[in-house]
């Protein structure tokens, strides 16, 4: 059903605020099904619980054989190569299942790891900026840290995306260049 069609539905029967629909589409029964759709879980997943128990064992071995934690983008293939069912889920459903799963924790930034870990065991923007800064002393390029960056995350972020790391770290984007406020150390 499409989140839009949902929330006048909702709003029909209940008083609700909009903020509502997109808690509820988060959390089982239901289930997210690409950007605009929303469904329930056993009836409209492909696989319905089978596949979920299939997935949730698949991704759990491969984050403690790895002993890290990955993008949801690299765990969307490991999941296309369970099945041809599995193939057939979207991002956002693989994003509904491992919100459901209690072992699972998301970053943010799109990384996923075990529950049980102390983090996701996956830098964030701001840690590969740091270090980026560290190894050179304090500058590096705006170039080099997007290719450290897209090598992580798999997409390359644009000025805008860097800025509020940048900002976090109490550097400043001067020109081509990231530049460490040494005052601040």
């Known amino acids: 059903m499409a ?5 006048n ?3 029909e029967k209940l008083d609700f605020r909009d903020a509502s629909v997109g808690l509820v589409s988060l959390r089982p029964p239901f289930v997210k099904m690409d950007a605009n759709r929303i469904g329930l879980m056993d009836r409209d997943l492909p696989g319905g619980s089978l596949a979920i128990e299939e997935a949730g064992e698949q991704l759990e071995s491969l984050l403690t054989r790895k002993g890290k934690g990955l993008m949801v983008t690299e765990l969307c293939l490991e999941i296309e190569r369970l099945s041809a069912l599995h193939a057939l889920w979207t991002k956002e459903m693989l994003l509904s299942v491992l919100r459901a799963e209690a072992r699972f924790h998301l970053s943010r930034w799109g990384a996923v790891g075990l529950s049980e870990w102390e983090s996701v ?3 964030s923007r701001k840690e590969v900026l740091q270090r980026c800064l560290e190894a050179g002393a304090g500058r ?3 170039g080099a840290a997007m290719d450290q960056i897209e090598a992580l995350y ?3 972020p644009d000025r805008a995306t860097l800025w509020g790391p940048v ?3 109490g550097a400043k984007l001067v020109e081509d260049w990231i530049v460490a406020d040494l005052t601040h150390t």
């Open 154 to 156: 798999g997409q390359r």
């Open 3 to 7: 989140e839009d069609l949902l929330r």
């Open 140 to 142: 590096v390029s705006v």
């Open 9 to 11: 539905r909702l709003r």
């Open 121 to 123: 065991r996956f830098p």
């Open 167 to 169: 900002q976090q770290l």
